[in-house]
């Protein structure tokens, strides 16, 4: 029988964990070991996990005695723990419903090919309101197309190319289990570096090196609007530039997959979200050394749709004001 482990990170999301580990530990699969890792975390979070201490399914239980500063490092120790050869990363504030593994776990063990398998989510809002077919209805909508609307598999180069390059389709890391052998493709070193777009650059690492399934069924529930960045780190400006980071790291490797097309089309959104990053600088009051900083990295990814995108940014300004 096929074994899961199954990885928790927690930081302050005390008021969700009884219901995410329990939607592990109730699962219809029960060949799993459960990994709890909390990020010293300041409400009581402790506390709940601790009742979980003796639980036989629980492998580890460990907690930071300071915060990381990035769930990724996180990540990394659960791998490091985890015993089984299929992974799970149950985000600390979502929750599964109890069928998760039972329907995504033989995707990866009847077909050899198939490293990633993900389902649809539905997502909850701050007062437990489930909102049904919000992702599905987005990558439909985003890509005109009625793809999530049916099961498949496919070369997960094939799905990098057609969506992932251009947008993150896969929900989060909640909805998926994969092969613990893929993460020899994934950049740690590099993976640390992102607050925003880690998840979108962890599935891309994957899908370069297997083939994908998917299930339209929505057995994940992803709580939004509850993560920890600390007040004053959210940017625009740095969410933009981390979408560049992600998609120029593998651009070398997979453009020639790329049809002139597809290339054209890529070309033209990265124009667009450097011009957001842009704008954004040019109205908000940044301090310059984020200005400067931000610019250099724009313009050194691409220096001629830099050029192009900063004049028709400082034009429209101009045009405004």
């Known amino acids: 029988m096929f074994a899961v482990s199954v990885i928790i990170p927690n930081y302050n999301h005390a008021k969700f964990l009884n219901k995410r580990i329990d939607s592990v530990l109730n699962q219809t699969y029960q060949n799993l070991e459960l990994i709890i890792l909390d990020d010293c975390s300041t409400d009581n979070s402790r506390e709940i996990i601790e009742q979980y201490r003796n639980h036989s399914k629980v492998a580890h239980i460990l907690f930071n005695e300071t915060n990381s500063g990035s769930p990724f490092l996180q990540w990394q120790k659960g791998f490091e723990l985890a015993k089984n050869d299929y992974l799970w990363i149950a985000e600390s504030d979502d929750y599964a419903d109890i ?3 039972e329907v995504l776990l033989p995707c990866l063990i ?3 090919k198939v490293g990633v398998a ?6 909850v809002d701050a007062q437990d309101v489930i909102h049904p077919d919000f992702y599905k209805n987005f990558r439909n909508s985003r890509f005109k197309t009625d793809k999530w609307n049916y099961d498949y598999i496919k070369p997960g180069i094939d799905e990098i190319k ?4 251009f947008e993150c389709t896969i929900n989060n890391t909640s909805a998926m289990v994969f092969k613990k052998n893929l993460l020899q493709y994934v950049n740690f070193d590099h993976l ?3 607050r925003y777009c880690g998840d979108w650059f962890f599935f891309v690492s994957l899908l370069n090196h297997c083939d994908v399934a998917y299930k339209k069924e929505a057995l994940n529930f992803f709580k939004y609007g509850t993560d920890n960045f600390k007040k004053g780190t959210r940017s625009v400006i740095n969410y933009f530039k981390e979408r560049f980071m992600v998609r120029y790291y593998f651009w070398k490797e997979l453009k020639p997959y790329f049809s002139a097309q597809k290339r054209k089309q890529l070309y033209r959104e990265l124009g667009i979200e ?3 990053q842009l704008n954004e600088m040019l109205k908000r009051n940044s301090s310059f050394l984020e200005t400067i900083q931000s610019f250099t990295f724009l313009y050194h990814i691409n220096k001629s749709l830099f050029r192009r995108q900063f004049y028709n940014s400082l034009r429209a300004y101009i045009w405004k004001n």
């Open 99 to 101: 069928r998760f593994l």
């Open 110 to 112: 009847v077909n050899e």
């Open 118 to 123: 993900f389902a649809d989510s539905n997502t």
């Open 162 to 165: 057609e969506n992932l390059f």
């Open 192 to 194: 640390k570096n992102f």
């Open 274 to 276: 450097m011009r957001i």
